[in-house]
Structure formats: structure tokens, C-alpha cells
């Protein structure tokens, strides 16, 4: 089954340790994004990734790191938690190739990951 | 930049009603698609209609119709015939063609009662 999937799907933690919010696809998509979402705010972009090994900033970076080692995977990294960024997070992955173009550009998102930062 | 505006924080009808979602669209960009999401209450994001800024034609999935208008920035969402499992939060959201980017709407939390 193609699908994103995210790890952990809630998380309590407490300001400064250190997390990592996994992501991973199977759809061998070359674009990857991590978005947050708020209420009142819709969702808005961290992180995206082209390929591997290239990674930019979105809208509101701040405070989190990401990284692009392998295609299918792209962790998302909050090196010192602030209860600003308490929020539920999302990944998505894209394609612009393959047999079907109807897909191209279709963001498939992950189950997404409730975070509490205490 | 890019914005998208929803201006309808919650509606509610009644089911087998039809019901309009709306949305309009900032942008000076000519190629862009939009879409619509559901976010149901278990959270996961579900695609439910796009539309390729070049098409004319309105794009429509069984329910779920758009009203595309590229001159004015607007697309907003028909749902005809509403089931009580449409109830959900839904998004319009907006991509240059090439760009990696969904810019979202601030959502609109839409109630089918029985």
C-alpha cells in the first residue's frame, strides 16, 4: 500500500529535550515536506526536500532541522522544544514523474503527529 | 507572496443539503493548481478535488464540484446531496506549478447535522 507514515503519532515532552519526528514513504517520491498545522492558521511549511541531500527552508523554520539521507525518508528534528511549537505536524511527499500524471504535484500527507511541548 | 483565504470559519446544514465552500486566492503566478482537502476528526488529510489553473472546465468527483474563477481568484467547493460523513474541517490550498509549496487556507469547519 503507498502511504507516508509518521512516528510518533503524540508525543508529551518537556521544553529542551531533544526529539525527532520520523517520516518515511513508499512511493519512491523525490519531494518531501514537513508542514504545521494551528488553529486559525491552516497549515504552513517547515521544511521541504527536492531529492536527497537537498533540503530548504519553508515558511517557518525556525527552531527545527530536518534532513534528506536517504529518498524515503526525512526526519524532522527539534534540537531544543519550545512550547511554541506545540502543534500537530505533518509530512507529505510529491512526485512530478512516473506514469500517471494526474498524480503529479497530489502532496500525499502521513497520519500526522500531535506534539506537546511542556 | 501567495495567500489563500477562506472566509467562512464554520458552517453547518442539514444533510442532503448542498452547501458552498469558499476561497479566493492571491497570486501574480499564471500556472497553479488548487485543491481542496477533508480533514476529518481522526486528523488525516484527504484530497478531495484539484484543478489545474489552465483548464477551463470546473472539476467534479461524484459530490464534490469546484466553481473556478481564474480571473477573479476565487474556487470554492460544492458539496451537493451532503452525507454526515462530510463533516470535517476543509482546506483550500493553493501550489505554483514547479514549486514544492502548498500554501493552505485557514479552514473551514463544515457540520452535517442528521
Known amino acids: 500500500e503507498a502511504q507516508v507514515t509518521q512516528n510518533p503519532r503524540y508525543l508529551i515532552t518537556v521544553t529542551g529535550k531533544k526529539l525527532t519526528v520520523t517520516c518515511s514513504q513508499n512511493m519512491n517520491h523525490e519531494y518531501m515536506s514537513w508542514y504545521r498545522q494551528d488553529p486559525g492558521l491552516g497549515l504552513r511549511q517547515i521544511y521541504y526536500s527536492m531529492n536527497v541531500e537537498v533540503t530548504d527552508k519553508g515558511d517557518v523554520p525556525e527552531g527545527y532541522k530536518v534532513s534528506r539521507k536517504e529518498k524515503r525518508n526525512f526526519p524532522l528534528i527539534l534540537e531544543s522544544p519550545s512550547p511554541n511549537q506545540t502543534s500537530l505536524y505533518f509530512c507529505?511527499?510529491?512526485?512530478?514523474?512516473?506514469?500517471?500524471?494526474?498524480?503529479?504535484?497530489?502532496?500525499?500527507f502521513g497520519p500526522g503527529t500531535r506534539l506537546t511541548v511542556l | 507572496a501567495q495567500t489563500v483565504t477562506q472566509s467562512q470559519p464554520e458552517m453547518s446544514v442539514q444533510e442532503a443539503e448542498t452547501v458552498t465552500l469558499s476561497c479566493t486566492y492571491d497570486t501574480s503566478e499564471n500556472n497553479y493548481y488548487l485543491f481542496w482537502y477533508k480533514q476529518p476528526p481522526s486528523r488525516q488529510m484527504i484530497l478531495v478535488i484539484r484543478q489545474e489553473a489552465y483548464k477551463q472546465q470546473n472539476a467534479t468527483e461524484n459530490r464534490f464540484s469546484v466553481n473556478f474563477q481564474k480571473a477573479a481568484k476565487s474556487f470554492s467547493l460544492k458539496i451537493s446531496d451532503s452525507q454526515l460523513g462530510d463533516t470535517a474541517m476543509y482546506f483550500c490550498?493553493?501550489?505554483?506549478?514547479?514549486?514544492?509549496?502548498?500554501?493552505f487556507g485557514q479552514g473551514t469547519r463544515l457540520t452535517i447535522n442528521p
Open positions: 507529505a511527499s510529491s512526485t512530478q514523474r512516473g506514469a500517471s500524471p494526474r498524480f503529479y504535484n497530489e502532496q500525499f
Open positions: 490550498a493553493f501550489l505554483i506549478q514547479g514549486a514544492q509549496k502548498l500554501v
